[in-house]
């Protein structure tokens, strides 16, 4: 299982609501990664996680909180975003075999409006 | 900020012609490598290079990397309709750090 699954696949949100996204892997890959895509553009990186501790914060807002609830899921909590913050979000996970190469979900598409 | 700088920003050709994508970093390196992304959707890894190779194959892939210029090539021999996609390089400074940062992009389009 090479797969890493990301829900939902579109998400539409209000500015004062609070919304969660999912990612799962079984790869068994120690590293999991959150960034955020806006239209081309490449991906910028938002938080990294290994062994399921907040190894990386790229100096990311509070309205975006990660959580990594065992090594198999990692979440993205939004509360108050705002219109700039749609974009696509993916999530990837790595390991230290094969150079760390990542393997990326299908992302999230996210409206805030 | 970004590490990597992608030229062309946009390439056009037809079917059958190769596409060379140029990607230059700004400090040392680890590995580079490159992904794909069609339209939308996630990155696929293509091909990872480390700093001590010079050049790598895969199928109808061609990646070099020159590290005195700080610059990697990636050459897609015959490409197809099917090759049409973004294209990132991206790089890792040390062999100790998750931190994977992305170039600019090359959108591929090609022509039946």
């Known amino acids: 299982d090479t797969e890493v699954t990301q829900t939902p696949k579109h998400l539409v949100m209000g500015m004062t609501n609070k919304k969660s996204l999912k990612c799962e892997q079984h790869m068994g890959h120690r590293a999991m990664y959150w960034y955020k895509q806006k239209a081309k553009k490449p991906p910028e990186l938002m938080f990294v996680y290994s062994y399921e501790k907040l190894s990386i914060n790229e100096s990311v807002p509070s309205r975006f909180s990660p959580e990594c609830p065992n090594s198999s899921l990692l979440n993205l909590h939004l509360h108050a975003l705002q219109p700039e913050d749609s974009a696509l979000y993916l999530c990837?996970?790595?390991?230290?075999?094969?150079?760390?190469?990542?393997?990326f979900g299908q992302g999230t598409r996210l409206t805030v409006v | 900020s970004q590490q990597g700088e992608e030229d062309p920003q946009a390439l056009s050709i037809q079917e059958g012609e190769n596409a060379t994508m140029n990607c230059s970093y700004k400090t040392s390196i680890n590995n580079l490598q490159w992904y794909r992304q069609n339209s939308g959707r996630g990155l696929v890894h293509l091909i990872l290079i480390r700093s001590n190779e010079r050049e790598k194959h895969s199928g109808r892939l061609r990646v070099t990397l020159d590290t005195s210029k700080k610059s990697s090539s990636l050459l897609i021999t015959a490409s197809r309709a099917a090759d049409t996609a973004s294209y990132f390089c991206a790089t890792r400074r040390s062999y100790n750090t998750d931190k994977l940062i992305f170039g600019t992009g090359t959108r591929l389009q090609v022509f039946p």
């Open positions: 990837a996970s790595s390991d230290t075999d094969r150079g760390f190469r990542l393997f």
